[in-house]
């Protein structure tokens, strides 16, 4: 079964660089969440997009922005980026239209390094 | 809003012996809950999930967790440890119609030969 797909999985920058995150949910998902996993860390919940539209906030830092496209990937742009930018940014996407709860899958990651 | 404990940060059992991981949740309501395994660097896979129903839940590699309202636990468990199973595992808890699953700070599995 096709999964959550991420690119890059990958990715160093230096400081006050940009970096961008794509994500590719499951096929049929309409639902896209994003998290960042310090080192050491448990995932922490940044945003997340309904039908192209933002539905939640989390602990998204002001220089990060995200947007879910018409064809439901999902980018997030990272700007400024600081040392403690660096982590492990999962995607997830789950599916309303299933009903009932909504099951995140979750991707394999990005590995973001700032130096 | 809900939130999870693992009260453990780091545990070391002997291969072959058994294994019983504690996750205690904070939520009005029914809770999902899930336990998730990630080796070192790599992605969540999840091991299995409890949303009604029976309250022992069987999954993946050999683990099972069961569901204890009255307690608010959620305590991942199996019989047999491999030293394939040192990793880190997450509990997590969501709610119907919330976008913002909240992940417990891990407890990281040593297996001892």
């Known amino acids: 079964a096709a999964g959550v797909i991420q690119s890059p999985r990958h990715l160093i920058k230096e400081k006050r660089e940009t970096a961008t995150l794509k994500c590719y949910p499951i096929p049929r998902h309409d639902t896209v969440y994003w998290y960042q996993q310090g080192p050491g860390q448990d995932p922490q919940f940044l945003i997340s997009?309904?039908?192209?539209?933002?539905?939640d906030k989390g602990s998204i830092p002001d220089r990060f922005s995200a947007q879910q496209f018409s064809d439901y990937h999902s980018e997030l742009n990272m700007s400024s980026l600081e040392l403690g930018d660096s982590a492990l940014y999962f995607c997830?996407?789950?599916?309303?239209?299933?009903?009932?709860?909504?099951?995140?899958?979750f991707g394999p990651g990005t590995r973001l390094t700032v130096l | 809003a809900q939130s999870v404990t693992q009260p453990d940060i780091h545990i070391t059992v002997s291969e072959g012996a058994s294994l019983e991981l504690r996750c205690n949740y904070s939520y009005g309501a029914t809770p999902y809950l899930f336990w998730y395994v990630q080796s070192p660097g790599q992605g969540l896979q999840l091991l299995l999930k409890y949303f009604s129903g029976d309250t022992l839940v069987q999954g993946i590699k050999g683990f099972e967790a069961e569901f204890k309202r009255s307690q608010s636990s959620f305590n991942l468990r199996k019989p047999s440890v491999h030293w394939s199973d040192a990793a880190e595992y997450f509990c997590a808890v969501g709610q119907y119609n919330n976008n913002d699953m909240r992940f417990g700070a891990g407890t990281r599995l040593t297996v001892k030969p």
């Open positions: 997009f309904y039908e192209k539209m933002q539905s």
């Open positions: 997830a996407s789950s599916s309303r239209l299933a009903g009932g709860y909504n099951e995140q899958f």
